[in-house]
């Protein structure tokens, strides 16, 4: 045993490694504690065990090895990190564990398996499963599947992946061991579970006994779903939800909706095995097939069609397979060959399914055609052929083929056609029905219903039926709106009938693609799938129906249409909405419209309709008119009237008069009545007669626009224009045409067709009459402006002038939005959201333009001789075939889809080995891209991606010219074809680094324009990780630079968790790339915003291509196309129509031109500003400071807006060319609105930018920037944003040179601007600059801005002038002598302006100036003769500077639950606002505010305050009403009126007017009204009447006090006693009403706020002492206060007061007094804490508190002059920390962010100091209140008690606040003995502490008032005044215990006389107010009010000094400063600070 003790005394993890088994059992046991006793799982301990782990489980001594399998179970189960072990660990359970004879270790294995599931290692536990099952060692085959089956059975199949499993099933079955199959069937029943019927394909071919055995053990599965029972971590709240169902019962039917996701995941599809077939074709399969004998031929197809019955198939080349069968099917003689080939294209499409997508559009019109077989077999073959290609493709893409057979004469076709399109139409849901794709089929449609055969009928109902079940009524009924009700109930009929393959899911986009799966098995099942209808039957059973969520990649084919539903299901509400409304009428014979019109019309009128005289027939027009505006819409006759007025003389009438009443009367009718067609046709001819006259011209053209809106603007717009043409006045024509021009702005284009008018425009522009060219050029104007770029092409041949003007016209719109539709709207959006009638009309506009476009088919022209010439082996015949090629798709210029063999032809030339045939045959497809428009679309798959093959030439320029084709492509085809399938991942897999980089970088430059994208873009993703750590340098950094435009898309999480399978080291490098990509992710495009620019045309000329794609085909075009396909379409052919304008553009594409620009132009990235300027300041850029541009700043600007700008829009903006700029500007003029947020990111690089063209010498780019720059300043004013110095200093300098050029217009803008800058850069800022530019050579630029600095301080005050005014007037001054007359003149006027501001103050500021320049001074001062008394005046008007800063309504920028103040009380607010000003303040408080700080509040509330206000515009009442004689009673103080008896009648109305008499300027009325409202307080019974009035009542009375304070009490003649009499009303009845606590409680904060306002400023009114009860005043107003704070709501009032502080902090023109008396209202509300604190909101507390730390930071706090706010703070919240303790900080969640204030740091340490200190010196800082001393006391040494005390009366900071401690300690522990620590102390210093204490003593007599001292003055004894206020000297006790000089005791004495009403001996020696308003006093107790007129009286002499400036108190932070101290020096540094404060503030606003 001797060596036991040896490896005891071992660390566990060594013992675990020992050599003897002992000690390692040992370790074990000790390890599985430690691992259960962890409970943190990041733990550093866990990472000791990391590479333990695998040997606790393959220990070879089988007893240890138990103990190591259950350690290494609890450190799976808890270890953070133990992930990292999973494949070794793993691997030796299956190798060392599973293969143990106990079976506890194998127990224990497979919870080790399972745990590591549970931590998300499923994919590698499961794998190192499937190695165990090729082990030799059968017991661990046996334990491997039963793990498996264990974890599919806990873990569900979503987590455990079955492919893999059923891939090995087969070869499990085989085994010879009895024990593995048996094992082997269990896990076969448990697949089955989870997928049902998709494991029978996998496992067809097993031993038929085992399969027989299968089927027996699956009938009994239960066919409930199975659910998931153990959960993965991140499964967490399934977990609980499942949890709760088992608690309640089992699994009730709840948790179903999680699971039953997880079911239908699995299809069979997935899980087969793709088989390669093309190989195994027989070698002589080609020949064969050809052969003449049909025996040869058959067993040519046999072979295939047995090829082809394997149900999954390998992607490979079935081009030339597919070509031969669709031979035999369309030109064979024997129908049974036909039919075979039939089912071998029926057994290729199921097998490839999407795969064969590509082969589907050649296909189909074979099979269609072939319908003309009668024969059953046949047609049920082709049926089925058909059906399974339509699984593979989109109805949009086969839609052309489909609608071409439509009109075959062969009913069996039609027939067959329309039944297939009905079977087709079940697989489809509303979205991917559009109604772009409804339109043409019903159209066709429609004429099978009314075919002569019977069953092309039968089938057409069909068909329309299942469209009618699909779309639903609305999508489908404007279609339908001429078929007969017969026919339209059996279409109903047919509908209900329909079965859906998805129920009526309409929703269902994705799942468009699925019914696939069904035809997929059908076959596998049962050979043969019969017809589709059985089918569509089998889809119904419950296995099958979870095929559908089969393949990933399978749903979003089809998502896209979601958007697209907009366009089809939705959309149809958009546009067809009113026309399913249409008013229909039958024509009414002249008699009946007599007989009607008599009924509605004056007799008289109907008389004189024909009357022979003008005057009679004017005067019957105008009572027809009066008729008609008196008649209802429903009754309105319409038809009638028009046809009456249509009567003889009708429209031949000759008075125009009479004729233009009678057009107005028309457009009167349309628009009030129910106006059809019908009516319409009466009177349109007759109009359009009228539409040249110059006299009624207008008329017409107004009657005509009201019947447009009527009767929609397509159809009148094409009877008018038919009409005008039809006759041969050419200035009807012209004006016809130009009616229409305007209608089209004002209605839109929606619904227009082009085609109708394009004749008419070409007859115009043939006519010989000027006019009506001109107009039909402006005309097609603006349908360019919705059209774009492809109008052009019908007036191709017209002559060259006249095409040259139409190019003119097109440049001039260029650029340009279409606007949005004023008219036509209000219908649409009633009948469908307006989103859809927008997109609507993008779609059609898109649609008509490119259905119009007359396409050629050049199917013919490319025959087989032609392709064989391309495939030739001479290059040079190739190249003539290529050669024919362009000429062909050159002369046809648009073409069909059908290019019969030319793509196989032409994907050969593109690996052709002479490289110029390569680069001939991209500029084919190039070419063949524009001339085939979207339909290239089904080309994409053939021979788009072959395209992207050729990106990996080796030759640069090859590989250009294919991206340039593949953008073309792209262009029309949206992104969506090209990243759906594998084909793109394919490519990128290629290890080609030119292909990668190529395909990698136009990914990066499509993706991040895309608003959604296929799944199957994850495909791509391992294949971009491989490419991240290529070999090849360029590749690594495109892969990078596409990184986060991937994970825009697909997002992180899926990013991630794509790096599972790349090996460690990989893995760490790509997810530290992930990171990095995830903060430069990109937003998403928006969905467009639908404002007004947007119009109905996106970015104009942008247009065309992209709308067409998305339109046309909107059904499967663009994943991207949702709301606004013009937008989102990713290839905008923008950039094509603005590049090369008309002729060129779609001949000849240019290759450069192809970028998209739909997308945003400024891409937000988040934090990209900030890291410019961290850049900046840390110099790892250059600075932008220059005196021209270097091309180094030009490139950086460069580089820093490549990640943020638009691609495009970056090379419009630094091309070499001016022009380009302008376009670059105009683009972003057009974008500023939209992109508020991306300008705002953008901004620093912006400016920048701009600044550049400042250097440009162009004045129209100048022009341009100037225009952009005034409505960019405009939104950053609006959005409240303040520029950063980094954008300033890098903008404002150079903005500032161009104030000197000579043009005036220029400098006129650029001063403009600078006026803008001011609201969103402070004016003391911008001051610097323009001083600075003052300093130029340029005497322009120097005259300007010095006229600008006159300007500055003319609105803002001498506060702008930086550094201080006299420096800033010193360098005005030296421009008095320039040289330049200009120059002087502007000096001379800023210096008279200021003088103006500012007073003879100038010429001390000004210094000496030499004696010339002084006389021109002063001359021009006196000139100017301005009186400096005017300039009060102007500061009201003064310009909005932060005018935002208060328009966050009273209660401080609080985000907070503002105070919801109700509407009646914002407009009092504004009154009692305006009333103020207007008051105008007594004359000495306004003159010093400088402007600066002062309050707009016109710009404010809009008004121009120039109205004098008496009384406040009560909501309730018009106040004219008080003027009314009322039943006043006698002025008896308490008189009842006799309104109040009655008042229950309607008591509300009473009180408001009673209330709004609170208010009025008269002081009887006043009175009165405060009587009656004290009455109702004072008896019970009737105080509740005035619930729901408080803060109204409230609010009139602090008026009611603001009008006392400002007009009465300045008022000369006013008697005073009459004043004194209204303040006590007032006070009377608000003492009565704050005793009633429930009424006190609805005072709301704001109100609250201006209350305690109100009451301080009333108590500081030093006028009041002058009155002989002034003092009494004060007294109740005390009394008042200590009511109000005790019972108003204690949360408002507490907020209230902490407000009101920081703004009296705030306003430097408050009296420190103010701020003190508030805070002593605070000190009382903490007092009261202890009793309140259950009661208060502390989140709102705690918020306002956040707010004001915000705004006073503790370093500010500590400027402040005195202490007091900072330790009222403090006391607040120490007090707030020991009532709550650490709760309190549960009590911050309404604060948004935490870190801009540092109250939750400051929480956190008082909670700390009082929990770890619980009470020792630590105390000291954070409670300086009274209650301090009785915690200490009870907590420590009394000693060291009074030593600290003593300590603090020895230091200058904390005299008083010792001697207050003293007091109470003294009085506290009356026995307590202070003598020792006095006796070492000087004489003076004892005496000192002496007087202190008796001072207190004194002081705190007057309990429960408002303490009202503010200093400890030594307190002489005999002295008639209890106690001194004001008087303490700043240097009392100035240090321990030094005598103080006798000034001091001078200065006391002084004032003592002075209270004493002894006179002192001069005005003058009075002590300044420095020492007067020093330290307040302590947080004591209020002391006794008499005090206060002393104090006042004070005040009011220090007036001079001191301004005490009451602002309103809504002015929460820009209220005026005063000059605070007598000297100016200190004064300007006060005043810099407080603007760095106000800085501050606002941009913590911001």
């Not at 026309?579 to 008699?591: A, G, N, P, Q, V």
């Not at 968790?1057 to 090996?1063: F, N, R």
């Not at 009394?1679 to 408002?1692: A, H, I, R």
């Amino acid at each position: 045993m001797g060596d036991d003790s040896e490896w005891m005394k071992l660390p566990i993890d060594q013992k675990c490694e020992h050599k003897l088994w002992k000690a390692r059992l040992n370790g074990y046991e000790e390890a599985l504690k430690l691992f259960q006793k962890i409970d943190d799982e990041k733990s550093p301990e866990w990472s000791k065990y990391l590479g333990l782990i695998k040997k606790f489980v393959t220990d070879s001594n089988a007893v240890a090895q138990l103990k190591g399998l259950e350690a290494a179970l609890a450190y799976v189960e808890n270890a953070h990190v133990a992930g990292k072990t999973t494949g070794e660990v793993a691997s030796g359970v299956v190798n060392k564990v599973f293969n143990q004879p106990k079976a506890r270790a194998k127990e224990l294995g497979l919870d080790i398996c399972l745990m590591y599931i549970e931590i998300e290692k499923g994919e590698a536990v499961q794998e190192e499963l499937l190695k165990g099952l090729d082990n030799k060692n059968p017991k661990i085959i046996v334990a491997c599947i039963e793990t498996l089956r264990k974890a599919l059975s806990e873990f569900g199949s979503k987590i455990i992946s079955l492919k893999p499993i059923i891939k090995v099933l087969p070869k499990l079955f085989e085994s010879r061991e009895k024990a593995v199959r048996d094992e082997a069937k269990l896990l076969a029943v448990e697949i089955y579970r989870w997928i049902r019927d998709a494991l029978r394909p996998p496992l067809q071919n097993i031993n038929s006994v085992q399969l027989k055995e299968l089927e027996e053990e699956w009938v009994k599965v239960s066919s409930a779903a199975p659910k998931q029972t153990r959960f993965l971590r991140s499964q967490q709240e399934l977990k609980a939800k499942f949890e709760q169902q088992q608690a309640a019962g089992g699994d009730a039917d709840g948790g179903g909706d999680d699971e039953e996701e997880a079911v239908p995941q699995v299809d069979a599809y997935e899980l087969l095995e793709a088989v390669e077939i093309l190989s195994k074709l027989p070698k002589d399969f080609y020949e064969k097939i050809e052969a003449k004998k049909w025996q040869e031929r058959k067993e040519a197809l046999e072979a295939v069609e047995l090829l082809v019955k394997n149900p999954k198939l390998e992607s490979g080349d079935y081009a030339d397979l597919v070509k031969v069968l669709k031979k035999v099917v369309g030109k064979d003689t024997n129908v049974m060959l036909v039919a075979l080939a039939a089912k071998c294209l029926a057994g290729l499409a199921t097998g490839l399914r999407k795969k064969f997508g590509q082969y589907a559009g050649h296909v189909v019109p074979t099979i269609l055609e072939k319908f003309k077989e009668k024969k059953p077999q046949v047609v049920q073959a082709l049926q089925e052929a058909i059906d399974a290609i339509f699984l593979t493709t989109t109805l949009q893409n086969i839609s052309e083929d489909v609608l071409a057979v439509m009109d075959n004469k062969n009913p069996t076709i039609k027939q067959q056609t329309s039944l297939f399109i009905a079977r087709s139409f079940r697989h489809c849901t509303p979205s991917t029905l559009p109604k772009s794709l409804l339109k043409p089929f019903c159209a066709a449609l429609l004429k099978h219903i009314n075919d002569s055969a019977p069953e092309v009928r039968d089938a057409g109902f069909e068909a329309l039926g299942t469209a009618l079940k699909v779309a639903g009524e609305k999508a489908v009924n404007p279609f339908l709106a001429d078929v007969d009700k017969l026919k339209l109930d059996r279409i109903k009929e047919c509908a209900e009938k329909v079965e859906l393959v998805y129920g009526k899911k309409t929703g269902g986009a994705a799942e468009k693609k699925e019914g696939r799966p069904v035809s997929g098995k059908t076959p596998a099942l049962s050979g043969s799938g019969g017809d589709k209808e059985t089918k569509d039957a089998a889809t119904k059973p419950g296995p099958q129906k979870k095929a559908p969520a089969v393949k990933s990649g399978g749903p979003p084919k089809k998502s896209k249409p979601a958007g697209a539903a907009g366009v089809g299901g939705a959309g149809a509400k958009g546009k067809k909405g009113p026309e399913t409304k249409e008013i229909f009428e039958s024509e009414l014979s002249i008699e009946v419209c007599e007989e009607k019109a008599a009924a509605v019309l004056p007799a008289s009128c109907i008389q004189q309709l024909d009357s022979g005289n003008w005057k009679e027939r004017l005067a019957c027009m105008e009572e027809f008119q009066k008729a008609v505006e008196l008649m209802e819409r429903s009754e309105m006759p319409c038809q009638v009237l028009v046809r009456m007025l249509a009567k003889k003389p009708g429209w031949k009438e000759t008075n125009f008069q009479v004729m233009q009443m009678k057009l107005h009367i028309v457009a009167l009718i349309a628009q009030k009545g129910n106006f059809s067609k019908t009516s319409a046709q009466v009177v349109l001819d007759g109009l359009v007669d009228k539409v040249g006259d110059v006299k009624c011209g207008s008329n017409a053209k107004e009657a005509m626009t009201a019947i447009a809106e009527a009767c929609q603007l397509p159809w009148t717009a094409e009877q008018v224009v038919a009409t005008a043409f039809s006759q041969k006045n050419p200035k009807n024509q012209s004006e016809t045409l130009n009616w229409l021009s305007n209608a089209i702005k004002e209605f839109g284009f929606s619904g227009l067709n082009v085609k109708a008018f394009i004749s008419n425009v070409k007859t115009a522009l043939a006519a010989t009459n000027p006019a009506v060219r001109t107009s039909a050029i402006t005309l097609l104007g603006v349908m360019y402006l919705y059209v774009g770029p492809p109008l052009r092409m019908f007036f191709e041949d017209e002559k060259p002038a006249l095409l040259s003007q139409i190019d003119a016209e097109f440049e001039k719109m260029q650029g340009q939005t279409a606007p949005a539709p004023t008219r036509g709207i209000s219908r649409n959006s009633v009948a469908g959201g307006g989103d859809d009638a927008e997109e609507e009309e993008q779609e059609d506009v898109g649609n008509d333009v490119v259905d119009l476009l007359p396409r050629t088919d050049i199917g013919e022209k490319i025959t087989a001789e032609l392709v064989s010439k391309i495939g030739d082996k001479n290059w040079k015949i190739r190249k003539e075939g290529l050669d024919e090629v362009t000429s062909i798709i050159n002369d046809a210029k648009f073409i069909q889809p059908n290019i019969g063999e030319l793509p196989a032809a032409l994907k050969g030339r593109l690996n052709d080995s002479n490289k110029i045939l390569v680069q001939q045959t991209l500029s084919i497809l190039q070419q063949l891209a524009t001339a085939m428009g979207p339909n290239i679309k089904q080309h994409v798959k053939n021979l788009g991606i072959p395209v992207i093959t050729v990106l990996g030439d080796s030759k640069n320029n090859v590989r250009a010219a294919a991206l340039a084709t593949v953008n073309a492509w792209a262009e029309q085809t949206g992104m969506k074809e090209w990243l759906e399938g594998e084909d793109l991942s394919e490519e990128l897999k290629k290890e080609n680094p030119f292909l990668r980089q190529e395909l990698l970088g136009w990914l990066a430059e499509k993706l991040p324009t895309l608003r959604s994208v296929p799944s199957d873009l994850l495909l791509c993703v391992p294949h971009l990780y491989s490419c991240l750590e290529d070999r090849n340098g360029d590749v690594r950094k495109k892969a990078q630079d596409a990184l986060p435009f991937f994970m825009m898309h697909l997002g992180f999480e899926k990013m991630a968790k794509a790096t599972s399978k790349l090996k460690p080291t990989s893995k760490d490098q790509v997810l530290a790339m992930l990171e990095k990509a995830k903060a430069n992710m990109p937003a998403k495009p928006a969905a467009p915003a639908k404002a007004s620019c947007r119009g109905a045309g996106g970015a104009a000329p942008a247009k065309f291509q992209p709308a067409s794609a998305s339109a046309e085909d909107s059904g499967s075009s663009s994943a991207e196309s949702k709301p606004d396909p013009k937008r989102a379409k990713a290839g905008g052919a923008s950039s094509k129509a603005k590049g090369v304008q008309g002729k060129k553009v779609l001949s000849k594409p240019t290759l450069k031109e192809d970028d998209d620009k739909s997308g945003p132009i400024f891409i937000i990235v988040p934090n990209g500003k900030e890291q410019r300027m961290k850049d900046e300041k840390g110099l790892k850029v250059l600075k932008w400071n220059f005196t021209t541009p270097r091309d180094e700043y030009i490139d950086q600007l460069k580089t820093q807006m490549s990640s943020c700008v638009a691609k495009w829009l970056q090379d419009e903006m630094f091309h070499a060319d001016f022009q380009h700029h302008n376009k670059a500007l105009a683009v972003m003029i057009e974008h500023l609105e939209n992109e508020k947020d991306g300008v705002i990111s953008c901004l620093d690089l912006i400016l920048k930018w701009l600044t550049l063209r400042f250097f440009d010498t162009n004045t129209s780019v100048l022009m341009k920037a100037l225009e952009y720059l005034k409505l960019l300043f405009n939104l950053l004013s609006q959005e409240e944003y303040h520029l950063t110095e980094n954008e300033a200093s890098s903008f404002i300098p150079y903005l500032i040179l161009k104030v000197g050029e000579p043009k005036d217009v220029i400098r006129r803008d650029v001063r403009a601007i600078l006026n803008r800058m001011c609201l969103i850069y402070p004016a003391s800022k911008m001051f610097t600059f323009i001083m600075e530019g003052t300093k130029s050579k340029n005497s322009k630029q120097r005259a300007e801005c010095l006229e600008e600095l006159g300007c500055l301080v003319e609105s803002y005050g001498m506060n702008v002038c930086q550094p201080t005014p006299g420096k800033a007037l010193k360098e005005m001054a030296t421009h008095i002598g320039d040289r330049d007359n200009t120059v002087r003149n502007a000096a001379l006027n800023t210096i008279v302006t200021v003088y103006n501001v500012h007073g003879d103050q100038v010429f001390k500021l000004i210094g000496n100036l030499s004696e010339k320049d002084m006389s021109m001074l002063e001359e021009r001062i006196k000139r100017s003769a301005k009186r400096p008394s005017a300039a009060p005046v102007r500061q009201a008007e003064e310009k909005p500077l932060r005018a935002q800063n208060i328009s966050t309504n009273a209660s401080m920028l609080r985000k907070g639950p503002a105070e919801d103040m109700s509407s009646k009380l914002k407009i009092m607010y504004r009154t009692y606002r305006i009333q103020n000003r207007n008051m105008g303040g007594h004359a000495e408080t306004a003159h010093t505010v400088p402007r600066e700080f002062q309050l707009d509040l016109d710009e404010i509330e809009n008004d121009n305050g120039t109205v004098r206000c008496e009384m406040p515009a009560l909501v309730q009442h018009k106040l004219d009403d008080i003027f009314e004689p009322v039943l006043i009673p006698e002025p008896k103080i308490r008189a009842v009126s006799p309104h109040f008896d009655d008042m229950h009648s309607n008591t509300a109305s009473t009180i408001n007017f009673v209330i709004s008499q609170v208010a009025s300027g008269d002081i009887n009325t006043s009175i009165q009204a405060l009587a009656q409202i004290d009455e109702v307080l004072r008896q019970e019974d009737k105080a509740e009447a005035m619930s729901g009035h408080i803060d109204q009542f409230l609010i009139a009375t602090f008026m009611q006090l603001r009008l006392i304070y400002n007009t009465h009490m300045a008022d000369e003649k006013l008697d005073k006693d009459e004043i004194v009499k209204l303040y006590s009303c007032i006070i009377g009845s608000m003492i009565s009403l704050f005793q009633i606590e429930s009424l006190a409680r609805e005072a709301s904060t704001g109100v609250l706020k201006d209350l305690m306002h109100g009451l301080i400023t009333l108590m500081l009114d030093s006028r009041l002492e002058d009155l002989e009860e002034g003092e009494q005043v004060i007294r109740s107003v005390n009394l008042l206060v200590v009511k109000v704070l005790e019972k108003s709501d204690q949360t408002n009032i507490l907020s209230a007061l902490l407000v009101l502080l920081q703004d009296s902090l705030l306003a430097t023109a408050s009296s420190p007094k103010f701020s003190e008396l508030v805070m002593k209202c605070l000190w009382r509300m903490v007092r009261l804490l202890p009793e309140t604190i259950n009661s208060i909101n502390l989140d709102r507390i705690l918020l306002d508190i956040h707010i004001f730390m915000k705004v006073f930071p503790k370093e500010k706090l500590k400027q402040c002059k005195s202490e007091f706010p900072i330790r009222t703070l403090k006391t607040l919240l120490h007090t707030l920390c020991k009532l709550k303790g650490p709760k309190i900080l549960d009590h911050l969640t309404m604060i948004d962010n935490k870190n801009e204030s540092e109250l939750e740091a400051h929480l956190c340490r008082v909670v700390k100091h009082s929990m770890d200190q619980s009470g020792n010196k630590a105390d000291k800082d954070t409670e300086k209140g009274a209650s301090r001393i009785e915690e200490k006391a009870s907590k420590a040494k009394v000693n060291d008690i009074l030593a600290e005390i003593f300590k603090k009366i020895g230091s200058k900071e904390n005299t008083k606040e010792g001697l207050a401690e003293l007091y109470e300690y003294k009085k506290k522990y009356s026995d307590a003995d202070i003598e020792p620590f006095l006796k070492n102390s000087s004489q003076f210093f004892q005496s000192y502490v002496e007087r202190g204490l008796r001072l207190i003593e004194t002081e705190r007599e007057g309990k429960g008032r408002i303490a009202a001292s503010t200093g400890i003055s030594s307190q002489m004894e005999g002295t008639c005044v209890p106690a001194s206020t004001h008087t303490v000297s700043s240097s009392i006790g100035n240090s321990n215990g030094e005598e103080v000089g006798p000034s001091v005791y001078l200065e006391r004495l002084k004032i003592l006389r002075q209270r004493c009403g002894l006179d002192n001996a001069k005005q003058e020696d009075r002590p300044p107010l420095t020492s007067l308003l020093s330290k307040p006093a302590l947080p004591t107790v209020a002391s006794s009010t008499d005090m206060l007129h002393s104090k006042l009286s004070q005040l009011r002499e220090s007036r001079e000094q001191y301004q005490h400036l009451d602002l309103d108190s809504n002015q929460t932070h820009s209220s005026g400063i005063g000059t605070t101290l007598a000297s100016p020096s200190s004064a300007a540094a006060n005043i810099d600070d407080l603007k760095k404060r106000l800085e501050r503030i606002k941009s913590s606003r911001k």
